[in-house]
């Protein structure tokens, strides 16, 4: 099993719809979630980070959070053709090494 | 207030070369972190630097090691470079060491090993 899994694209939507992405993780002592956005060719964005239980809403960007179940997500509003990319869940222990998903591809259709 | 910055941009390397690269964080971030990102195995972490001793490690054999100065500018070596090397390879600074910073990434170096 992997330390961190997200649903395994591609995930389509289309311009306008709700797009949510999904990741749990295996390590329980996981302190803090980060989701980054990474256009082809170019580096990884942070675009969220949440520590606490419940949702975190920037935006157009809600992350959600749920300890118990080990699981974190990520919905964005109002998607636009501008947020297709891989969207790359990372979580990170108190000893501060970053874990990183295998990333979902995120596809908006005008 | 400037990124991440990361040097050189691009590399091309045959086999059994060594090469360094060189990460400049954020002014006031005292936390280098670096990754190697390919196809086929995704983000993975090689090690993290704070003021000036590696703090974690990844599972990368010893041909990578790095450092970091005074000035928390990092470098990261790979000695003996095989084929598999060839990569993105990312750093990424935070202010500080732990589980709670965020981390913001350089824009890479890509290296090609041929």
């Known amino acids: 099993q992997k330390e961190v899994e997200q649903n395994s694209g591609p995930l389509s939507v289309p311009e306008g719809a709700i797009a949510s992405l999904n990741c749990t993780y295996s390590d329980r002592g996981s302190q803090s979630f980060f989701w980054y956005r990474q256009y082809s060719g170019k580096s990884p964005e942070l675009i969220m980070f949440?520590?606490?239980?419940g949702d975190k809403e920037d935006g157009r960007f809600t992350a959600q959070l749920n300890k118990a179940s080990q699981y974190v997500s990520l919905l964005i509003r109002d998607s636009q053709p501008s947020d297709s990319a891989t969207y790359l869940c990372a979580v990170r222990g108190n000893a501060g090494k970053s874990t990183f998903g295998d990333g979902t591809t995120l596809t908006v259709k005008p | 207030k400037a990124g991440v910055t990361q040097t050189p941009r691009y590399l091309i390397k045959t086999r059994g070369q060594q090469v360094t690269l060189s990460c400049s964080p954020i002014s006031g971030h005292r936390s280098v972190s670096w990754y190697q990102q390919t196809p086929g195995q995704g983000l993975q972490f090689l090690f993290e630097?704070?003021?000036?001793?590696?703090?974690n490690k990844g599972n990368f054999p010893g041909r990578f090691s790095g450092r970091q100065f005074s000035n928390s500018r990092s470098e990261m070596n790979v000695s003996t470079l095989e084929l598999g090397d060839s990569a993105l390879y990312l750093c990424?600074?935070?202010?500080?060491?732990?589980?709670?910073?965020?981390?913001?990434f350089g824009p890479g170096t890509r290296l090609t090993v041929l």
């Open positions: 630097y704070f003021s000036e001793t590696q703090r």
């Open positions: 949440i520590y606490s239980n």
């Open positions: 990424a600074s935070s202010t500080r060491t732990g589980g709670f910073d965020e981390q913001f």
